[in-house]
């Protein structure tokens, strides 16, 4: 039985790795989020007061940290700035969340002798071209596009070198493109079923080509799990679960799931530095620990995280306007 101190755990991942820690082990969580636009509280309602308690807080703000750190076994952290197009509007919430912060977080793991586990992107690895038959692996070197993949890039380097100088019990985790509930609807999946729902068509950046290795967030927990259970300190495993997509073919799936013609979609204005294709070898995480993922079928997942959109405007209604005016604004 530990206790675990889980950041970022009222976020989209976070909050589902909470739920997945108290349905598959006896630990204990405190989260610890600063709830910025992209936490939910809702996502936390309901859960065993006796094993759940959750702090308000920043990561970068020392004191806090060495003082909530204290009687904690692990830290997992999941907090990040997370959006490619936010981080292209305004980087410094990037640089400070997800550097300063992740170095707040290693220092005070230093001081205690914490073990941690840290959360990161397949875009620290930069793209691949679409008829590339490479995928991502444990030993692909960095080379991030925008100032999100930088920084994450940059917080993964951190936790290496803590590793490495202090002796720090680090593990590392890249994912890629996770799905499911809870998701802020800024984010793909999400914006373009709430755009069905809300009676406008999804929006394709660019010619839609680009694809993304979909895993549902039920998954990437287990993953996490699996890698803070049994990792060996110092290593980093990438979670994947081969779902390979294009952009193009997820609208068109979301459109005919939700009973639409699958052409009914427009293109806008493209990202700038739009990363082509995204793919991860979880051969390290599948052979070496067991891992295997649950959702084989993106279709199944997807159509299960329409359903959960449908039956929870409540949740993503009231930041929808706002994300889409956003959008508008710059031809997205
Ligand atoms: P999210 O944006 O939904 O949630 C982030 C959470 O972090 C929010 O609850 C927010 O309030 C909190 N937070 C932000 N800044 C904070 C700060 N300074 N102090 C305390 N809390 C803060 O993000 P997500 O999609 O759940 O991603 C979680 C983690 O997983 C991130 O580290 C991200 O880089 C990584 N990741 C995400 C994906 C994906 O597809 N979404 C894929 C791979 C890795
Ligand atoms: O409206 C849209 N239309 C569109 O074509 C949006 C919002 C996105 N896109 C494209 C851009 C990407 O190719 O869809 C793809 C997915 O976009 P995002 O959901 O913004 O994800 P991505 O940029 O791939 O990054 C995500 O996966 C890795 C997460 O946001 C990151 O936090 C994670 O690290």
């Not at 004191?63 to 990040?80: K, P």
């Not at 950046?205 to 890698?227: E, K, P, Q, T």
Request: negative net charge; hydrophobic residues 35%.
């Amino acid at each position: 039985m530990r206790q675990l101190l889980v950041t970022g755990g009222a976020g989209f991942i976070g909050s589902n790795f909470v739920r997945h820690v108290l349905e598959h082990t006896e630990d204990s969580v405190t989260v610890l989020d600063s709830f910025t636009y992209a936490a939910s509280e809702a996502a936390l309602t309901g859960l065993d007061p006796t094993r759940v308690q959750v702090v308000r807080g920043d990561i970068a703000d020392a004191t806090l940290i060495d003082a909530v750190l204290a009687g904690h076994d692990a830290v997992v952290h999941f907090a990040a700035e997370t959006h490619n197009d936010n981080s292209l509007v305004s980087p410094a919430p990037f640089l400070q969340t997800n550097l300063v912060g992740t170095y707040t977080l290693l220092e005070a793991a230093r001081r205690h002798g914490t073990r941690f586990h840290h959360i990161s992107t397949d875009e620290v690895f930069g793209d691949l071209e679409l008829d590339d038959p490479a995928r991502f692996t444990e030993s692909t070197p960095f080379n991030p596009s925008s100032p999100y993949s930088a920084t994450k890039a940059g917080s993964d380097l951190l936790v290496r070198a803590w590793v490495r100088s202090f002796g720090v019990q680090a593990t590392i985790s890249n994912c890629s493109n996770n799905y499911g509930p809870w998701q802020h609807v800024e984010k793909f999946i999400p914006r373009q079923i709430t755009n069905v729902l809300t009676g406008s068509r999804p929006k394709l950046y660019g010619d839609g080509l680009h694809v993304r290795d979909w895993i549902h967030a039920d998954d990437h927990s287990s993953g996490v799990l699996a890698v803070l259970d049994r990792g060996q300190i110092g290593a980093t495993y990438l979670i994947g679960a081969d779902g390979e997509r294009s952009n193009r073919q997820v609208i068109a799936d979301i459109l005919r799931l939700m009973g639409r013609d699958p052409d009914d979609f427009e293109h806008v204005t493209d990202r700038t530095g739009h990363d082509r294709r995204y793919a991860i070898d979880a051969t390290r995480l599948r052979t070496e620990l067991g891992w295997q993922p649950r959702y084989a079928d993106f279709e199944a997942g997807l159509a299960a995280t329409i359903d959960w959109y449908q039956e929870h405007e409540d949740v993503w209604r009231p930041a929808k306007e706002a994300t889409e005016a956003t959008y508008a604004a710059k031809g997205q």
